[in-house]
């Protein structure tokens, strides 16, 4: 066996320890869970988001739809302009 030693601030520790003690893990069960868990998917188990929920790609896909409406989209003038458009089709 080997040990590993990471840094984290202490608010953080203790809520992690609380929701694994409500789960019946400690938190050196959960950490070896967790590397398995990397050698089986062979990557991180679970998407990884950014602040905003959204997946790194997702937020890409967005960002790249937002450049393309800024390029092509319509543009108004005023909000009842861009209301009386939408409600005419």
């Not at 030693?5 to 694994?20: E, F, G, H, M, S």
């Not at 400690?26 to 988001?49: C, E, N, W």
């Not at 602040?51 to 003038?77: D, S």
Request: proline fraction near 2%; avoid cysteine.
């Amino acid at each position: 066996m080997t040990a590993i030693q990471v840094r984290t601030d202490n608010k953080l520790k203790k809520d992690a320890q609380k929701v694994l003690e409500s789960i019946g893990l400690d938190m050196s069960s959960a950490i070896k869970l967790y590397l398995h868990q990397i050698v089986i998917t062979q990557g991180i188990p679970f998407p990884l988001r950014t602040v905003n929920g959204f997946t790194v790609e997702q937020e890409r896909r967005m960002i790249r739809e937002g450049e393309e409406a800024l390029k092509h989209g319509k543009r108004y003038r005023s909000v009842k302009a861009m209301v009386d458009d939408i409600l005419k089709e």
